[in-house]
Structures are given as structure tokens and as C-alpha cells.
């Protein structure tokens, strides 16, 4: 059975009532309710974290590597275009993940478009609000199957 990491970065929480124009107004609990079931159906099992702090996210990536998760599908919001030591971390595990933006940060501020993940991802996933996810589940299942 897949195991799928979902990780949520900083103010993720906050969905539904953050900037809904350009975040939708799903909450991060009905995104995580759709994948688990979408994975469900998939015969996959699905493990969310969301954190506010680098320190935790770096350790459920590090954690993944030990606890038998094939892939993971991250947003990681703000840390996505500052953290080093995130994309170590996933450079350090070698598991295969998607890297999911709800708004399509290619067409805001310029400091988001760069990112530390990208070039190390599976798949990168913009611009598609809360679909998004579910394209990058559908990825990771699909990569997974081909693998097996």
C-alpha cells in the first residue's frame, strides 16, 4: 500500500479565510479530506502535516525517509522561495515529491518565482488552486504503480 506524505507549510492553516481571491476558499482540512479520499480509492494510504515552523516540516521530510512514505506532495508556501535547509532535506531523503502552489505564482511578486524545490521535485503543480493536489496525488500514484 503507497504511503503519500501531504505537507503543508506556514499559513496554510489559515485557508478559507486567507486571501480567499487568491488562495479559493476551500480550508486545508476540506483539501485534506478530498485526498485522503481520492487515496482511499487508490488503495493508498495518505499522512498530512501542516507546520508554521522550517524545523518541523524539515523533520517530517527527514522522518518520511524512516517511516516507509514513497513520495510526498509539498506546499510548502513562504518557505518555498527561502529555505535552504528544506531543500537539503528533501535533497538528503531522495523521495520522489510534487511541489503544489495553489495561486499561480509566476503571475505575483517577483521574489516568488524562485524556488529552492523546483529543481529537485518530481513535478511542480501552479496556479490550479486546490485541484492542484489532486493532480499530484494522481502523479504519485500513477509514478508509484509504474514502479511496482
Do not use: C, W
Request: proline share 3%; glycine share 8%; net charge neutral.
Amino acid at each position: 500500500m503507497p504511503r503519500i506524505l501531504v505537507l503543508n507549510g506556514p499559513n496554510l492553516n489559515l485557508l478559507g479565510t486567507r486571501e480567499p481571491h487568491l488562495y479559493g476558499s476551500q480550508t486545508l482540512p476540506d483539501i485534506i479530506g478530498r485526498l485522503e479520499q481520492l487515496a482511499s480509492a487508490r488503495g493508498a494510504t495518505l499522512v498530512a502535516v501542516q507546520s508554521n515552523a522550517e524545523h518541523e516540516l524539515i523533520a517530517a521530510v527527514q522522518k518520511a525517509k524512516q517511516d516507509g512514505t514513497d513520495a510526498i506532495i509539498v506546499n510548502a508556501g513562504a518557505f518555498t522561495h527561502s529555505s535552504i535547509a528544506l531543500m537539503d532535506a528533501f535533497q538528503a531523503v531522495a523521495l520522489p515529491f510534487y511541489e503544489v502552489h495553489l495561486s499561480n505564482v509566476y503571475a505575483r511578486e517577483a521574489f516568488r518565482h524562485h524556488s529552492y524545490l523546483s529543481a529537485l521535485a518530481a513535478g511542480v503543480i501552479v496556479g490550479l488552486g486546490a485541484q492542484g493536489y489532486e493532480f499530484a496525488l494522481e502523479a504519485a500514484l500513477t509514478r508509484l504503480a509504474s514502479r511496482r
